[in-house]
T-cell receptor
Framework: AQSVTQLDSQVPVFEEAPVELRCNYS??????LFWYVQYPNQGLQLLLKYLSGSTLVKGINGFEAEFNKSQTSFHLRKPSVHISDTAEYFCAVSASNTGNQFYFGTGTSLTVIP | EPEVTQTPSHQVTQMGQEVILRCVPI?????FYWYRQILGQKVEFLVS????????KSEIFDDQFSVERPDGSNFTLKIRSTKLEDSAMYFC?????????????FGPGTRLTVL
């Protein structure tokens, strides 16, 4: 079975500072990895995804993530955050043998402080 | 940009009552999903639906749950007899195709509170 762990439930960071949101997964088969963002009162929006190929994936809004198979991690990073990045961030995994099922982490609440 | 919509945004019900959560997927999408998130816990997959039938479901999706596409636009989740532990945020999603190569688009969620 697959599972996802987001180690930080809340991350406060000052505006224009860098941020890293951590995600670790466990799976016995090949995985596909995703980061979703949820702004207040909105649906989950895909930030980026790793399916294959380059381990460094770039997404929308200046975010990027790196797939590290040996550490089973897929951490999300942004070099300089804005107030508008304040939101809930979810890491998710889908495995090659689980069809359309996504397994999500518990989410990380990012608060950007002016 | 097209989006998935869900109604109501918040539903309060008494234990034992039936509730229907409604979703309008993106119009050209063919695959539909329900997820839920109990407060403070992970977002969990419930069910996927394609061609008017369930294609996958999780252990959570027991006999008290059902899904339906009653017309060409709506996709509903029915909980037949609600329990306190059904209190959660329920997310609907849709995708154009199947599998991870196609993005699932999520709605804003319906917060269900069972008293």
């Amino acid at each position: 079975a697959q599972s996802v762990t987001q180690l930080d439930s809340q991350v406060p960071v000052f505006e224009e500072a860098p941020v890293e949101l951590r995600c670790n997964y466990s799976s016995s088969v090949s995985v596909y990895l995703f980061w979703y963002v949820q702004y207040p009162n909105q649906g989950l929006q895909l930030l980026l995804k790793y399916l294959s190929g380059s381990t460094l994936v770039k997404g929308i809004n200046g975010f990027e993530a790196e797939f590290n198979k040996s550490q089973t991690s897929f951490h999300l990073r942004k070099p300089s955050v804005h107030i508008s990045d304040t939101a809930e961030y979810f890491c998710a995994v889908s495995a090659s043998n689980t069809g359309n099922q996504f397994y999500f982490g518990t989410g990380t609440s990012l608060t950007v402080i002016p | 940009e097209p989006e998935v919509t869900q109604t109501p945004s918040h539903q309060v019900t008494q234990m034992g009552q039936e509730v229907i959560l409604r979703c309008v997927p993106i119009s050209n999408h063919l695959y539909f999903y329900w997820y839920r998130q109990i407060l403070g816990q992970k977002v969990e997959f419930l069910v996927s639906f394609y061609n008017n039938e369930i294609s996958e479901k999780s252990e959570i999706f027991d006999d008290q749950f059902s899904v339906e596409r009653p017309d060409g636009s709506n996709f509903t989740l029915k909980i037949r007899s609600t329990k306190l532990e059904d209190s959660a945020m329920y997310f609907c999603a849709s995708s154009e195709a199947s599998g991870v190569l196609d993005t699932q688009y999520f709605g804003p969620g319906t917060r269900l509170t069972v008293l």
